[in-house]
């Protein structure tokens, strides 16, 4: 048990990794709620029957792709917002 607890300090050793692992922790959080599965569940029955059994490449992949991007980022940096004041999704180098 000691050499758990003393492997779990040595990962969490900076602040910085520690806000890390809790960003990463709550995005699991978020991904695995009932409400970014409603989401999926919704944008597939909007979508579904555009697709066909084609190698034909349509426009309106492009718009349907576009979509899901816009409206899963909305909703993680909302609930991430939620979670931590002042959260920012804008990388930093």
Known sequence: LEAVEESLMLSFSSASDAQFHAVVGRLE???MNDKFHLLQRNF???YYQEFEDTEENKL???LIF???ITLVEKYTE???????LGFNMVLRH
Do not use: F
């Open 29 to 31: 959080d978020i991904v």
């Open 44 to 46: 597939m029955k909007k």
């Open 60 to 62: 309106v992949y492009t």
């Open 66 to 68: 576009n979509e899901p």
């Open 78 to 84: 909302e609930q991430l917002l939620e979670w931590i």
